[in-house]
C-alpha cells in the first residue's frame, strides 16, 4: 500500500530535524515540493539540503506541483482558505496518484504540521474519501516559537499563567483577555503597533534559524518602529517573509 509522510522540518536550520524525522526521510521515495517560484527558491533550496545530508541513498526524487494562490487580503478569510484548501486537496490526490503501488511520499512542513498548516486535513481528508487508498503518518517538528524563545532565551510562560498562540488577524481585534503572553504567527500587517502604547515587551524574529535570521527583542514602544523597518527591507530583498513574535505584559498589568 502507499504511504504519505507529513514530516516537520522545524524552523529552518537543518539542525532543527529530529532523529524520528531522519528515520523517516529515509523511508521516502518522492518528495513533494509546493514551493514555487523565484521568491520561493531559498524555501527549495533549504528542503533540499536536508535531504541531501540526512538520506543515506540516492535513491528519491522531487517532484514539483503547482501550489494553488488566494488572496490573503480576502473579506471572509474562513471561507477563503476552505476554497484553497480544496484547490490543494485536488493537487494532492494527483500527487498521491503518481506514486508507485508500494511507494512512500512526503510533504515536508515547516515547523510542525500541526500548527497553523493544512496539510494533515488535506490528507486526511483524501484517505476518507476512500478513493486513493494509503496508510499515512505525522512527525513533529520544531516549530519556530520553540525556535524563537531559544534564540532570545527566554521562557515562554510566567510561572504558572497561560500562554495564547493567534495570529496578527485575530491579534488585531484586541489583546487576548486573561493572557499575559501572546505568541503571533502570521501577522501580515504589523498588527503589533496597535500595542505601543502599552508596557509591552516584544521579541520579534524571522527567517529563524536560516542565514537570513533577524532577531529583535525590547519594549515594544521602543522597538516597534525598527521591526516594521528591517521587516519591509527584508521582504523586499527576499520576496517574502517569514516572522513570528512574542508580545509580554508584565504579570498582573492588565491582564
Not at 535531504?51 to 501550489?67: E, L
Not at 512527525?139 to 498562540?165: D, F, Y
Request: net charge negative; aromatic share 10%; with cysteine.
Amino acid at each position: 500500500m502507499k504511504r504519505i509522510l507529513i514530516i516537520g522540518i522545524g524552523a529552518g536550520d537543518p539542525d532543527y530535524i529530529t532523529m524520528q524525522a531522519v528515520k523517516a526521510l529515509n523511508e521516502v521515495d518522492a518528495f513533494f515540493i509546493m514551493d514555487k517560484g523565484d521568491a520561493k527558491e531559498k524555501l527549495i533550496a533549504l528542503r533540499k539540503e536536508i535531504c541531501k545530508r540526512y538520506i543515506k541513498s540516492d535513491d528519491y526524487r522531487f517532484v514539483d506541483a503547482v501550489s494553488p494562490e488566494w488572496d490573503r487580503g480576502a473579506e471572509d478569510y474562513r471561507a477563503t482558505v476552505e476554497d484553497l484548501n480544496n484547490d490543494k486537496q485536488a493537487v494532492f490526490e494527483q500527487l498521491i496518484e503518481g506514486l508507485g503501488p508500494d511507494e512512500c511520499g512526503a510533504f515536508l512542513i515547516w515547523g510542525d504540521p500541526m500548527l497553523y498548516d493544512s496539510t494533515i486535513r488535506i490528507v486526511a481528508a483524501i484517505a476518507a474519501r476512500g478513493v486513493h487508498l494509503f496508510d499515512y503518518e505525522v512527525i513533529p517538528g520544531i516549530t519556530s516559537i520553540q525556535a524563537l524563545a531559544a534564540k532570545h532565551k527566554t521562557p515562554l510562560n510566567h510561572i504558572g499563567q497561560s500562554v495564547e498562540i493567534t495570529t496578527g488577524r485575530k491579534l488585531g481585534e484586541g489583546f487576548p483577555a486573561g493572557f499575559d503572553t501572546v505568541v503571533v504567527m502570521l501577522d501580515a500587517r504589523n498588527v503589533y503597533k496597535q500595542f505601543a502604547d502599552q508596557d509591552i515587551d516584544i521579541y520579534w524574529g524571522a527567517y529563524i534559524g536560516t542565514p537570513d535570521e533577524i532577531l529583535i527583542a525590547g519594549k515594544l514602544k521602543d522597538v516597534a518602529g525598527e521591526i516594521e523597518r528591517r521587516r519591509a527591507d527584508a521582504r523586499r530583498e527576499n520576496g517574502w517573509i517569514m516572522d513570528t513574535y512574542i508580545l509580554r505584559r508584565g504579570v498582573g498589568d492588565g491582564s
